[in-house]
Every structure is written in structure tokens, then in C-alpha cells.
């Protein structure tokens, strides 16, 4: 098992930015990548970003990239999420996930049996 927990998350105007944590506790050895996904009310889950351990190899969505930037701290065991120019769009609930072994469909929050509780990110406008 492995546990997750993020953080960071908050009320920001427009423009503005946050950085999410995810620290990772329990059988780390077995994650192959991390993941942040987020849903907004009313819409489904949605890939954002996803980050490997071993190459650092990252993926995003493409409506954040530019802006987002995922990156990872081995030692620590835990992933960041760094929003810049956040938009009232990007409100969600931002979970972050983990996945145990390669996948090409690292976007789909299927490849993810791990998951945190999630961290709430509003932006007004």
C-alpha cells in the first residue's frame, strides 16, 4: 500500500499562483510515477500532469502546459505541483495519484491504484 497525502492548496485570484505537495508514505519503492489529476463539480476527473521517479520523464495536459510544472523529490518522496497564471478554469478538487508500473495510457486515472484525499484550489476572477 502506499499513502498519499497532498497539500498547498487554497484561494487565489487570477493570475496568481500555488505550489501543491504530495508526500507519499508506505510501499514507495513500488511507484513507477505520480500523477495530479483534478475535478471541478459537475465534470469528470481530469489528467493535469504526471511525473516519473527514476527519469523525471513528465507529461501535461495540455491546457496547463506553459503553465504548470510538475517535479519530485526523491529523498523526500514527494511530488510538487507548481501553478502559475492560475485561471477561475483551473478550480478543482487536485488529487494526486500513483501508478506502480509503466503505462501508455498514463493519463487515464485508471492506471492509478493509488490515491490521495485531495486539496481544493479556487480561483476568482
Known amino acids: 500500500q502506499v499513502q498519499l497525502v497532498e497539500s498547498g492548496g487554497g484561494l487565489v485570484q487570477a493570475g496568481g499562483s500555488l505550489r501543491l505537495s504530495c508526500a507519499a508514505s508506505?510501499?514507495?519503492?513500488?511507484?513507477?510515477?505520480t500523477g495530479w489529476f483534478r475535478q471541478a463539480p459537475g465534470k469528470e476527473r481530469e489528467f493535469v500532469a504526471t511525473i516519473t521517479w527514476s527519469s523525471g520523464s513528465t507529461y501535461y495536459a495540455d491546457s496547463v502546459k506553459g503553465r504548470f510544472a510538475i517535479s519530485r523529490d526523491n529523498a523526500k518522496n514527494t511530488v510538487y505541483l507548481q501553478m502559475n497564471s492560475l485561471k477561475p478554469e483551473d478550480t478543482a478538487v487536485y488529487y494526486c495519484a500513483v501508478r506502480t508500473g509503466y503505462s501508455v495510457i498514463y493519463y487515464s486515472a485508471g492506471a492509478y491504484p493509488y490515491w490521495g484525499q485531495g486539496t481544493q484550489v479556487t480561483v476568482s476572477s
Open positions: 508506505g510501499r514507495t519503492f513500488s511507484t513507477y510515477g
